[in-house]
DNA sequence: GCGTCCCGCTCCCAAAACTCG
DNA sequence: CCGAGTTTTGGGAGCGGGACG
């Protein structure tokens, strides 16, 4: 009896409603019961085709639409993923992350994004909590630290987590899933591409040292080399801002015998480049340089850059299909992996193809044969 | 009466919680109603500080956290705001959205993410009818396109939109709430930065014919150029990528008056270098160009690029800051903007800055007096 | 500080309507 | 015309918390 008073009396009628329409409204337009409106919502069957067109009609007109809130308590899921975002939002993770965001709507799941551009450890810490709290049924965490996956490991959040994470899980702990694109694939086919071109000394220029990422392209360097029987140099550190590549170049170009280099991003190989053109190093005549990413701008660096493409957008999507897979493997809800027996991934979703991905090479003009 | 049979026959005490624990598990086990336990939740006065600390200590022992769904569903207020990022995540978007989510969950909302790499109206349409149906309290759109503000303009969303959009409202037609950085502030510095090193003849590479950045900043560079008395010439289109600074660059070298050229981006003045560089003109003897944006790989192009610096993340903190002011304004929800009067935004929470900001000029390499 | 009702929807169960032989 | 078997539909009890009285 909350209604205003002084309503024309109309017997017991009840009031046109007021705010958001209900269901109750749409059942009592369509001169049915709450729930054969909730069946059509649903598409359920056995509602009878011109009773479905009733309330479907209802439904528009009162341009009704149903409360995610109290569905999600109703059905006791949020239909919603969690995603981090941690550090930078460099070109890799922005890209994966909007791939990711793309497969996520498309497969009926809301993302609710927590990210930061910290990495510290009590702040991820924090975000998957938040991300907990909101009840999301899975986190993603696309952030390529190491640490960063550890943390995340070491929290029992109730909800299955995926993590962009190019190293495997360490030997006893399983932690997160995994999903990545290949870097050491990659690394050695950058690697193996200077090699090819008759490089004999070929230096590395890595990403920072808690990047699964940046160990994965070095692991790949370090192993290409030993194979062909070259001498592994010490690498030099960078990570993965074009000034910390300026100052790799800087060393570089004071070593009179290496005839390439392999930066680990293209970033680093922008700086590297400045740094050549600065001490009148010629590239690739004195210099072959090799990035990795394929950032739209490598193109027109000068010379044009040589480097790995990644598709960060399939990476995105692959996030998301672990995802579903994880989410439709039942009695694997919890933070830890796959504890059982591998591949037998029996979700109602299955990704189409779980082989890695592999980064492809695109030539361009910072590398050619050595100097003679 | 669903409980399993077979149980030991343990009178009447309800069986401990299985699932999530909810409130009155809480209250059950602290020895209160349960409305004590919604008390003490929200911090409301009227619990004795006894009985407070028996119900967070059984909160604690339960590790209890409240369902977002059933108060979402109770107080009618999702408490989250959806973040619409349309187009390719460039550096400014991407940070702009990072500054933007942080300064949300700073602020108690969740942000809801409903990102797209195209931005056609339809898709744009579809995007904010989702998160209209997701029941957000606020709607931002992150996407510089003219059209993108305009399609979102044109749907009663029934909440407020608040997008990035550097242009104003045309007339009559008010639209979203509008946030931005002050391109055109940003493109006459530039410009008068170029003019005062002597420049006579200045170019303008321009970003898409659809940014409003690209719009602003064109106005910026014609009204230095006309206030100072010299020649407009016609700017040469690009649309902020790389590839076609690099196309402007070859007709740039092609011009002989042009002794600068003030590009809309960094990633076209990349192309721009690139084209100099390859046509044998000298940077920044020959012409001297400058950026727009201050990437991170600015300082690093060959020669360093003098650009203007635009906080990105600052940015997004003042679209954060227009959502709780439009948000705290009762009586404004919807999606046209302020009808009433400007300045009397009463909202509880008040930006403390609601002045624009303006572009740093940074002067690196790239620019220089003209050739005599 | 506690009881009560309500938020908007889904699920379980049973009632009604219809089909056929 | 009846009963059994099938649809189609409706009733009511939660789900987990918030606002009053």
Chains 1, 2 share one sequence.
Request: contains cysteine; glycine residues 10%.
């Amino acid at each position: 009896m909350s209604r205003q008073a002084g309503e024309p009396a109309e017997a017991d009628v009840p009031a046109e409603p007021t705010g958001v329409p209900t269901m109750f409204d749409v059942a009592r337009r369509a001169g049915v019961s709450h729930q054969t409106v909730s069946r059509v919502l649903n598409g359920l069957t056995g509602v009878a085709a011109s009773t479905k067109m009733r309330v479907e009609q209802a439904i528009a007109d009162l341009n009704y639409t149903p409360s995610p809130a109290a569905r999600a308590m109703a059905k006791r899921r949020s239909g919603s993923i969690g995603l981090i975002l941690a550090g930078r939002p460099d070109y890799g993770p922005s890209n994966a992350a909007l791939g990711f965001n793309e497969a996520a709507r498309d497969s009926g799941y809301t993302v609710s994004q927590a990210s930061m551009r910290s990495l510290d450890a009590d702040a991820l810490a924090q975000a998957v909590h938040r991300l907990v709290l909101q009840r999301v049924e899975a986190i993603v965490l696309i952030s390529g630290e190491r640490d960063g996956v550890a943390v995340v490991s070491g929290i029992d959040a109730g909800v299955p987590i995926i993590a962009v994470a190019s190293e495997p899980a360490p030997e006893g702990r399983p932690g997160p899933h995994r999903v990545a694109i290949d870097q050491y694939a990659g690394a050695r086919l950058a690697t193996e591409h200077l090699i090819g071109l008759g490089h004999r000394v070929i230096r590395h220029v890595t990403g920072p040292p808690d990047s699964m990422d940046a160990a994965e392209r070095r692991r790949g360097w370090v192993d290409a080399m030993a194979e062909h029987g070259l001498d592994v140099r010490e690498p030099i550190a960078g990570d993965w801002l074009a000034s910390s590549g300026h100052a790799a170049g800087q060393a570089l170009v004071a070593d009179p015998d290496a005839t390439a280099v392999f930066v680990a991003n293209d970033q680093m190989a922008l700086g590297v480049l400045h740094a050549c053109h600065a001490a009148g190093v010629q590239v690739p005549g004195d210099l072959s340089v090799m990035g990795f990413d394929d950032i739209p701008e490598a193109a027109y660096f000068t010379p044009a850059l040589t480097t790995m493409r990644q598709d960060f957008d399939a990476l995105g999507r692959d996030v998301m299909s672990t995802v579903l897979d994880v989410l439709g493997a039942p009695g694997d809800r919890g933070a830890s992996g796959d504890g059982g027996a591998p591949g037998m991934n029996g979700g109602k979703h299955l990704a189409p193809e779980r082989t890695t991905r592999v980064p492809e090479l695109i030539v361009r003009a910072t590398t050619a044969t050595p100097r003679a």
